[in-house]
């Protein structure tokens, strides 16, 4: 079972634009969720994260919004850049001991000039 | 900080060979996990080390996988008797225990002929 999900495989925008990426979990057990980037033949890059505690962190062009009743959670991105172009990874932690991560299968974001 | 490296970077077998793969955290973190990465899924956890105990396989990690951390450094990770299902990114990532985010490597493409 997915435990997070990333309905959309793929966003289009136009450069200057607003990119939005969703993420919706369904284990009430996660307390702590990221986002990661990740380039062709590269390895997941971390982008920003926010906690259980919070429903907004911002960090720079990117902010995180987090409704834990709903069990969702968004990545907007302004402006988008065309080297924003990457797939985006939402992840989430139960914390505990082990810190592992669940991941969702990834949005495909191409950002056009 | 020199990142996490993993070599190699790509390994083509034929089925039924064994593959070792390495993986050097950043050298502060006693945190190493192992993920697995296939064609249009996000990484899957497979295992992690504190130090040099592996604390946790995931039920992903069959009886031909073995992880090792000798002396709580570097990894490898090996496959036995490798099956084309074992074509994947392997990718590594590393942290300071209760520590997020997780900071991967580029990983090792395998591909089983």
């Known amino acids: 079972d997915q435990q997070v999900k990333q309905n959309s495989p793929s966003l289009s925008v136009q450069e200057g634009r607003i990119s939005i990426l969703n993420c919706d979990y369904t284990n009430s057990m996660f307390d702590y969720f990221l986002w990661y980037k990740k380039y062709p033949a590269e390895g997941p890059t971390f982008l920003i994260s926010i906690s259980s505690i919070k429903d907004k962190n911002e960090d720079g062009r990117f902010t995180v919004f987090l409704n834990k009743s709903a069990k969702h959670l968004s990545l907007h991105i302004v402006p988008s850049q065309p080297g924003d172009s990457a797939v985006y990874f939402c992840a989430a932690s139960s914390g505990g001991s082990n810190y592992k991560l669940t991941f969702g299968k990834g949005t495909l974001l191409t950002v056009n000039p | 900080d020199t990142g996490v490296s993993q070599n190699p970077r790509h390994k083509i077998t034929k089925r039924g060979q064994n593959v070792t793969f390495r993986c050097d955290p950043i050298?502060?973190?006693?945190?190493l996990y192992w993920y697995r990465q296939t064609l249009g899924q996000g990484p899957e956890f497979l295992t992690y080390?504190?130090?040099?105990?592996?604390?946790?396989k995931s039920r992903l990690l069959s009886d031909r996988f073995s992880a090792e951390r000798p002396k709580g450094s570097f990894s490898t990770l090996e496959i036995q008797r490798t099956e084309q299902g074992d074509s994947a990114m392997y990718l590594c990532?590393?942290?300071?225990?209760?520590?997020?985010?997780?900071?991967f490597g580029n990983g090792t493409r395998l591909t089983v002929t």
């Open positions: 990532a590393s942290s300071l225990a209760d520590i997020l985010p997780l900071h």
């Open positions: 050298s502060e973190h006693n945190r």
């Open positions: 080390f504190q130090n040099e105990a592996q604390l946790e």
